[in-house]
């Protein structure tokens, strides 16, 4: 769907309006606020959110949100925020904890003492972890998960 100011009836409306607000009319100046809120609701500002949920301070905001969240389903203590978790992935190169592949953006928060088990959402609790580790630790613990890795 193209955008509402973009089609010719729109840009007849638009200015239509326009020029209702330039006489200082009051129904004009409401009017075309109402426009606006419906244009900017459409395109530009979708598309900058979507920019900026895949830069990576976003992706970090994105999983913190996430740890936070679980922790809080849980009923746990510790708040992580998106510049814990881009510390993180930064001083681990963003590379697994686990297996040292590179994640870039596919990394997985993973908690090395698991929210079943009791663990808290602490930046000493957590390390980056590829997808297929975190699938494959599962509940177990960081130790627990290494010594399973080594067999």
Known sequence: MAEVWLTPRGKREYNRLYQM???ATPEGRDQLQAYDRRRNRTGARK???MAKEHTP???AAKKARFAN???RQWGLSG???RYDVLALVESQNGQCWYCENACRESYVIDHC???SRGGSNTLANVVVACMTCNNTKHTLT??????SLAK
Do not use: C, D, N, Q
Not at 142 to 147: C, H, T, Y
């Open 69 to 71: 969240s679980r922790s």
């Open 57 to 59: 301070i976003g992706i």
């Open 47 to 49: 598309a900058y959110k």
């Open 142 to 147: 960081a130790e627990e998960f290494i010594l």
């Open 21 to 23: 607000i330039t006489r």
């Open 79 to 81: 708040v992580l925020s």
């Open 113 to 115: 003492f698991p929210f």
